[in-house]
């Protein structure tokens, strides 16, 4: 299994890092030149800046199996079709299950703003939530190890 990450406004590149290293697993870290992401122990691939050249970038490394950590949920549709497995920053994996819902409200939400309506503010990202991702991170990778 190899790591994945899109880079670009990803606040758990730490957390990752350091699960990939307690695992022996290599990450990828992928990111466009406004974003040029460099860290000790991982790859880093810089796109051009352009729409999505990293999401492609990504699709075409990726195998079945490895693992890609995104908030883009088209990012993430393109990766479970690919066979990989594919985790949001807040924890939660995308499944075939939930993807299409997810998709769905992305194009409700993109109605919205075109419309001129307007959403409320993300608030800051806490450490709790960083915690709870590497938490949900770790039991995937030990259930992984475990079948190997």
Known sequence: MHIYLDGDGCPVVDETLALAKAFHLPCTIL???????????????????????????????????????TQDYGLAAMCLARGAFVMHQDGFFYTSENIDSLLMARHTSAKVRRAGGRFHSTPKRTREQNQAFSAVLNDFLNKTARLK
Do not use: M, P
Request: one cysteine or more; hydrophobic letters at 35%; glycine letters at 8%.
């Open 31 to 69: 990111c466009d030149t406004s974003h040029r992401i460099e860290r000790e122990g991982a790859t880093t691939y810089t796109c051009s800046k352009g729409a999505d050249s990293v999401d492609f970038t990504l699709v075409n490394l990726i195998h079945a199996g490895d693992l890609v950590i």
